[in-house]
């Protein structure tokens, strides 16, 4: 083997080999990657800015998109009602999803890798309570969870706070609607690392189960958790983008692409479809390739390769 | 004329970093009625060895040159179709896992009839009554009730002799045991055995016995090939060959197995382990832990040559 | 302190009932696994005892109750004259005790690398501390392992069987102990193989007067190994004593059987007497002795009564054969 870096050696493992030789890897997380970047450098990228209310120009508003009669081709995929370039407005809609998402995955992983470090390390009666409140959860579709919890801290929120955290009301929504099925895949793993002989080569040296947990059983279960989080991903974009819609998630003034294509839904049968239906294969488009990308890590870190 | 005839047999796998030869031109063959065992250490190529020959290679590995004839026919071209007749009704296995040998679902004497009648002609009330009987005959207890039995129901070393039963019900003229005893306790082993000994005696049905415990080996065989790197290293009737070994390697693994009859200071160990199969040495495969290394070790692979008693494949022997 | 482990009359109960609600269903009783019962032993300082038996008579569980992974029903276990639970409690003490497990391939943490692995008693007792002092000690226990100081950069799975034990015994002399369990250390591992870590292991106990508990199903390796021998059936020691004696003259009629049922590799025509039978459930043993319904010297008095330890010359066994001079 000639490769000696770090660097040098995952570029030639069989991960790299495989990831080279599937075509539906490799064209999915480009797909990811260039919606990712195009999002998260929104403000450098995008041809306009959709929420500067001075740049805009009722004058520009319902022109259809640039390759259709009519179009203007400074607004690549046409504007809605208010002149806003729906490419832009795509842009920083999809760079909100991803931040709602990626930060509610965060959370959600960090509460479900805990319980189910806990739960799987303990058993016992702290098992058996644990897995009792994750099989309820687990009873009620995500999205219901999360419209729930939404309505309750909304309400429990003085008004001029709700505004402002609307953001992290959702996050913290989709968050603890995703938590369980983590719990429930790292207990599994915990419960089959535990009786493994080294963890109780460092039980014998008299090492603390915080310790154990931490230093010993946390890595070797990050593994099937972290495909099943890429996969979740999609769903929570999805969660996120359902509750947009139906207005119960993020405002007008910070749409996500949810918001994008509920506004854009009012002028689907007048004819302006591109409102709606940009928006909408963007997501599709994002939600399917990190649902392929996730499959595809799923079976490729699969133990029968080893 | 020798039942089973293995001749030149090459086994590899096709990877991405080249192909790795895990069998290496083997030769040896079976007469009807002998129990033949194949010992090595793991990774030496003794249940591929099995595998190629009863036709259940795991791809990517393929048999890549040589032949297998059974009674004068060469099986190992066949296609999955033609083999199935063949696997079971004239060549029996015998795994080591008896938990992952029976289904777990069906009943012994159902899987039993089954096997049979695949291969036989039978009526389902003959077929019944023969598994009864092979019950019987590998000493279960009560057959015509535990032939109703699961596999769960049955302790370690009795689920080993309904796979025996299994295996030799449709009558094959040989069976393949791949390290049947090592799951089980040691006085489980004595009887498992001694049973399978005497049940193939009985059928006149040959045996190729695979695994790493030279004891099994040297109650239970005729003859003996030791195999050492996808090679066989040493071959010979059993006696000689664990008595009066010629090869190096032979001596080296005779002497590092603690006896009962007495005690010695220290085991005789042979430095260094087995060669993964991608860095197999030049020349003898075991020259560089051999204490009777010549040039000629590290230039030529030595074919098997007969010495005495025995064959081995070795430049300088043992005289 | 002569003594470094003594057991005194030590049991060890499972509780293997069925979930509550399907037992109270089922009206069913409490089921309780008697994994160790009353079993004694000592082990003399740099001397080794071992361990040998079938699946099912407890060896394994002796071996965690031996460091303490167990606590036992009932009994004592004192270590250098200490009560264990009490020794394990003081670092001083606990890292004079450690352990080597059966399988290679489970005991490392297959995310560490190996020069972290070999460090950690090192670490967790603060033996030696700043990263050269430790790199360097890491590299004698390397080396003392017959591995080279560089092996400590890789992982686990870049290395055989063998040398995965051959770090497992690295990593359980780091802390400097005084006293190792060996649970089936070899078991796992091919006859050339086993021989390099029997003769590791013999080798080790001379240099640094090690006392080994040593636990195997294997009686040829055991006979190589130990000083003394205790035989275990189904949870109880059968016969105990010199080693040597054991193999020379056994007396209790399950170390027979054990004897004979051991392949004839010298080919010195012993031909093996197979007995029939196999072990049954721990769960619900025979009542009486519970070798009886395996053994040819069985009497109405073996079926009812347990055996106690009764002497014979150097050697104690738990017969009533033996005890009636009928054996």
Redesign the interface.
Known sequence: MSATTRVGRFLDSDFVYQYCRSPVAVISSIVVLVVAVASVFAPWLAPHDPFNLASLDLMDSLKPPSFVAGGDPSFPLGTDDQGRDVLSGIMYGTRISLLVAVLAIAFSLVVGISVGLLSGYAGGAIDATLMRITDVQLTFPSILIALLVDGVVRAALPRNMQEQLELYVIIFAIGISQWPQFARTVRGSTMVERGRDYVMAARVIGLGSGRILLTHILPNVLGPVLVIATLNLGLAILSEAALSFLGVGLPPTQPSLGTLIRIGNNFLFSGEWWITIFPGVTLAAMVLSINLLGDWLRDALNPRLR | MALLDVEKLVVEFPGRRGTLRALDEISFSIEPGEVLGVVGESGAGKSLTGAAIIGLLEPPGRIAGGQILLEGKRIDRLTADQMRPIRGKRIGAIFQDPLTTLDPLVSVGKQLVETMQTHLPLSDSEARKRAVGWLEQVGIPAASERVNAFPHQFSGGMRQRVVIALALCAEPKLVIADEPTTALDVSIQAQIIALLRNLTQQHGTSVMLVTHDMGVIAETADRVAVMYAGRIAEIGPVRDVVLHPSHPYTEGLMGSIPQLEHRVERLRQIDGSMPRLTSIPRGCAFNPRCTRVIDRCTLDRPDLMQHGATSAACWNMFS | MSSVLQAIEVSRHFDVSRPVLQRLLAGEKKRTLRAVDEVSFDIPRATTLSLVG??GCGKSTIA?LA???YTPSSGEIRFEGHPLSSA?AQ?GL??K???I???PY???????RVRDIVA??IR??GILSGQKAIADRVGELLSQVGLSPADGEKFP?EF????RQRI?IA?ALS?EPEFLVCDEPTSAL???????I??LM?DLQVKFGLTYLFIS?????V??MSDRLGVMYLGRIVEQGPG?EI?RTPRHPYTR????????????GRT?T???G??PSPIAPPPGCTFHPRCPLANDRCRAEKPTQTKAGDVMVACHAVEEGRA
């Open positions: 079938e699946s965690r460091v303490g992974l394990r670092p606990r890292r005790m450690n352990m497990f059966q399988d489970a005991s490392l943490n297959p995310r560490w950690e008693p967790a007792f799975h055989s069987g063998g040398q497992s990593r802390s091919d006859v050339s193989v086993q021989a390099q029997l003769n013999r199903h294997n009686l040829a390796v006979r190589h040597e193999f059987l054990l004897l004979d049922a051991i392949p004839d590799v010298a080919m010195v093996r197979p007995v029939s196999e072990v």
